[in-house]
């Protein structure tokens, strides 16, 4: 659980890419597919300075079978995290930067101060010069107008 700052779920590709699965800030579990396998195909980054919490997986899961509301809980957050992930994939799979961009503004995100763009291109699939050129030009229609 990520208690402070925030953590990226990172994914690498066989060609050397690497893929911002889940971003989280504090409140937030990371990596929840990881309680139900040997060994996590993933990395966790810290984006900054933060602080995060950890159970040993043998209490957890023991945990969840003694405990329904836990289960319960668990099994909303699970629910979530494969929602959250299947708008992931459809905003990846728009053509173009501009709908990426709009349909992740339209889901309630913002975009973070200027040094951090790069982690909003890496979450939507496109490098960070193309994001870069797209927030140009919405700047210079802006400006426009």
Same mark, same amino acid.
């Given at each position: 659980?990520?208690r402070?700052g &925030?953590?990226?779920l ?9 893929? !911002? @699965?889940?971003n /989280? ?7 929840e597919?990881?309680?139900?396998? #040997? ?5 966790? $980054? ?5 602080v995060?919490?950890?159970? #040993?997986?043998? =209490?957890f899961l &023991? $945990?969840?079978? /003694?405990? #329904?509301?836990?289960? $319960?809980?668990? &099994?909303? @957050? ?6 959250a992930?299947?708008l =992931?994939?459809?905003?990846r799979?728009? #053509?173009? !930067? ?12 913002r975009l973070?101060d200027?040094?951090?763009?790069q982690?909003v291109?890496?979450?939507?699939? !496109? ?14 229609e802006t400006?426009?107008?």
């Open positions: 659980m990520v402070s &925030s953590i990226h990172l994914r690498h590709t066989t060609h050397g890419a690497q893929m !911002v @699965l889940q /989280t800030g504090p409140g937030a579990i990371i990596a597919a990881s309680a139900y396998s #040997p060994r996590y195909h993933c990395d966790a $980054a810290a984006a900054g300075e933060s995060v919490a950890s159970v #040993p997986k043998e =209490r &023991s $945990a969840l079978a /003694t405990d #329904p509301t836990l289960a $319960a809980s668990w &099994s909303e @957050l699970l629910a979530r995290s494969v929602q992930a299947r =992931r994939a459809e905003i799979s728009l #053509p173009k !930067v501009a709908d990426r961009l709009d349909t992740w503004l339209g889901e309630g995100n973070p200027k040094g951090r763009w982690d291109a890496a979450e939507l699939g !496109v490098t960070r010069e193309a994001l870069y050129r797209e927030l140009s030009r919405r700047r210079a400006q426009a107008r």
